[in-house]
């Protein structure tokens, strides 16, 4: 038999923590010895009830344990756990362990939970009643641990399957923060978890929970499913109003809850579910979004749960009436952790398997919305969608929306905009680029002319935008002395935060320049202009829900700049420097839009900007030739619109600030580049720009690499 360790209490801020141990070290010994305190407890035989305030966490495979005594757990200490810890860069997984445990455990007061189990097919059997004062009584969990600063996690992935779990006794959490679970499976698989005795929650925590997410706040995993578990308990109570007394969220699959007693509070069912009701026991009510399947005496009430596109499904198998009477059917009006969507249509089987007889026989009503935490007002219609089919739709005419509270509207309206601006940002950075002589095509051979094609890539941060577009340009030598040209700027790859912009448009321009010399040397004036519309689709993520509301508008940009420069090349013929000071005017306009909630009114944004810098041109050899700029530049005047919002029926919102994050007004802006010969007409040119942009604190940085040829 392995090495079992011995006493290794969880830390005030770990769960199950995962600790490096010395990488020479073969043995599995404790990190921090001056913990063991108690190390009778990880033995067979009997513990001292009256010393023992520290538990046994078992790190092992194939270990065999009988020991009893009860447990009166000192702050942050659990009782019995299986912990995979990693000693990098493998882990070991708990398997096959059998632990049995006879005593009564209590305590625990802090984080964390009392039993934990992680591992594959381990076996732990307690014979006597658990009281946590702590987050929870147990956690089943698997999934991936990622390391948080200044923490010992180490990010490993563990698998936690096929583990059974016994408890002859009661559960019984009595936290005083009226938060955690009594049990908790995460991110894990095929487990069973057998509870004689009652699941009680005294404390305004959740019964048992069916999760992919840690609902124990110590470390976050990435969300995992959770699915073919099953736990049987003898019966559950629970005043928890999100997870209830039994909860299964989106990340639950087939998971199955068995009952022997009744049921006292909420079912919340956002997977998929199964609940079996043995005997003729109460289920108080049941919220659902998603699958529900429930076996057995009918609950006393159900709610359908309706969000933008998302409704679910209640299947009854079994005739047997509710033990208050006939079911009560109403649509979920909202509360403060879920928020609710219901427009006109037609929902069908919400309800299923479940006959006239059994439906109380209101079957009609109206949510009406408050103007302060719902909005709207809807009709809705419970029908049989045949005599006898035992199949229910849910028919609404009008609009209701439940969203929280009037802050949380506003402070989604305010990210909204947030988000709008970093569009406006990355716009603003694609018609600047285009601008610094970047777009001039300027190599032209015999006949005047010059052509060039290319690409770019360009990414904007708070928040994240990326674009990929195809570059033509065209440029005429009309004389000596003058230029014009034009561009069109294709994007066909864009990826942004929220603000989704078609690009089918393309953005062009035109320009032209006028030069004093004939070989372009002394001053220098330059015209250009840009002009973009596109289509853009405008996400704002709800409160509460995270759902996600839609609105189509349009954007139309455009720029006019004028250049002034003096180009001055060295007495070795092989540095040209290009002062130049500029100003550029841009207007850029979205028209008003609606979300299916909040109607947005129309922004506009007038700037106008000075430029000065300097660019520079250095030939390395006639065929290679290194080019760069820096500059600087600084808004003379910006007006930008707040972004006007309103929902019909709420009151108390307000204009949401287009430049709350904060305004850069001076900018520096900068390139690099590179312009290889082929021959005397023919040019490919490598560039790399970046500039500092107005809002957000934003960056905008562009590659771009083209051919151009002189004709």
Not at 224 to 243: C, D, E, H, L, R
Request: proline share 3%; hydrophobic share 30%.
């Amino acid at each position: 038999m392995k090495k079992i360790i011995k006493f290794l209490p969880y830390l005030a801020v770990f769960t199950f923590s995962f600790f490096s141990l010395p990488a020479a070290s073969t043995a599995r010994l404790i990190l921090d010895t001056s913990r063991a305190l108690y190390p009778e407890a990880c033995q067979n035989g009997v513990i001292d009830s009256n010393t023992q305030q520290a538990g046994c966490n078992v790190w092992d495979a194939d270990s065999n344990l009988t020991f009893n005594g009860d447990m009166n757990l000192a702050t942050f200490y659990s009782a019995i756990t299986m912990n995979p810890y990693h000693t990098p860069p493998s882990p070991l997984i708990n398997q096959s362990n059998t632990i049995r445990y006879t005593g009564n455990i209590t305590g625990g007061r802090g984080s964390g939970y009392l039993i934990g189990m992680q591992g594959v097919s381990n076996n732990l059997t307690i014979t006597g009643n658990v009281t946590s004062q702590s987050t929870g009584v147990v956690q089943i969990s698997g999934g991936l641990a990622q390391r948080l600063p200044n923490q010992l996690h180490y990010q490993k992935s563990f698998l936690t399957l096929f583990n059974t779990l016994t408890i002859n006794g009661n559960l019984l959490l009595q936290n005083t923060g009226g938060y955690g679970q009594v049990i908790v499976l995460q991110s894990t698989s095929n487990n069973t978890v057998v509870v004689t005795g009652s699941v009680i929650s005294t404390s305004g925590g959740a019964g048992v929970v069916f999760t992919g997410v840690d609902l124990g706040g110590i470390y976050t995993p990435n969300p995992g499913s959770t699915s073919g578990n099953t736990v049987t308990v003898g019966s559950i109570t629970s005043t928890n109003t999100y997870f209830g007394a039994v909860g299964f969220d989106k990340y639950a699959n087939n998971n199955t809850l068995n009952s022997n007693g009744d049921i006292t509070g909420l079912i919340h069912n956002d997977g998929t579910g199964n609940v079996v009701n043995n005997g003729t026991n109460k289920i108080t009510n049941v919220i659902n979004r998603g699958t529900l399947t429930i076996s057995g005496t009918h609950p006393d009430g159900v709610e359908s749960w309706q969000t933008r596109g998302n409704y679910g499904a209640i299947n009854f198998t079994g005739s047997t009436q509710a033990a208050a009477g006939p079911t009560t059917f109403i649509p979920h009006a909202g509360s403060s952790n879920r928020a609710v969507h219901l427009t006109t249509g037609t929902h069908t089987g919400v309800l299923n398997g479940i006959s006239d007889a059994n439906l109380h026989s209101t079957r009609t009503g109206t949510l009406t919305g408050n103007g302060t935490s719902s909005a709207g007002s809807a009709n809705w219609t419970l029908s049989e969608s045949a005599s006898g089919s035992q199949s229910w739709n849910l028919g609404v005419t009008g609009s209701y929306h439940y969203f929280g509270s009037v802050p949380q509207l506003q402070s989604s309206i305010q990210e909204t905009a947030n988000n709008m601006r970093g569009a406006f940002n990355s716009i603003t950075g694609s018609m600047n680029f285009a601008n610094m002589t970047t777009y001039d095509c300027d190599l032209f051979g015999g006949n005047g002319g010059c052509v060039s094609v290319g690409g770019r890539y360009t990414g904007t941060d708070n928040p994240d935008t990326s674009a990929s577009a195809i570059v033509a340009k065209a440029g005429y030598k009309f004389n000596e002395h003058f230029r014009y040209g034009a561009f069109v700027d294709q994007t066909f790859n864009s990826k942004s935060h929220h603000v989704d912009m078609d690009m089918n448009t393309p953005m062009v321009g035109l320009m032209g320049v006028w030069n004093q010399n004939p070989d372009q040397l002394g001053m220098q004036m330059k015209l250009a202009n840009t002009y973009q519309k596109t289509d853009a689709t405008i996400t704002r993520n709800a409160p509460i829900s995270g759902d996600d509301y839609k609105g189509d508008t349009n954007i139309n940009a455009q720029s006019y700049v004028a250049e002034l420069s003096w180009r001055h090349l060295n007495n070795q013929k092989d540095t040209l420097l290009q002062p130049f000071v500029a100003t550029r005017y841009a207007i850029i306009d979205q028209d008003g839009y609606n979300d299916d909630i909040v109607t947005y009114g129309s922004i506009e944004q007038k700037t106008l900007t000075a430029l000065g810098g300097v660019k520079a041109k250095h030939q390395l050899n006639p065929k290679m030739t290194l080019t760069g700029s820096i500059g600087v530049e600084h808004d003379l005047n910006e007006d930008t619109d707040d972004l006007s919002v309103s929902v019909s029926g709420v009151s108390g919102l307000t204009a949401a600030s287009m430049t709350s994050g904060g305004e850069d007004k001076t900018r520096l802006l900068g390139s690099v580049g590179a312009q290889y010969y082929l021959t005397k007409d023919q040019r490919i040119e490598a560039k790399f720009m970046y500039e500092q942009l107005r809002y957000n604190d934003a960056n905008y940085k562009t590659a771009y690499v083209n051919y151009t040829i002189g004709f």
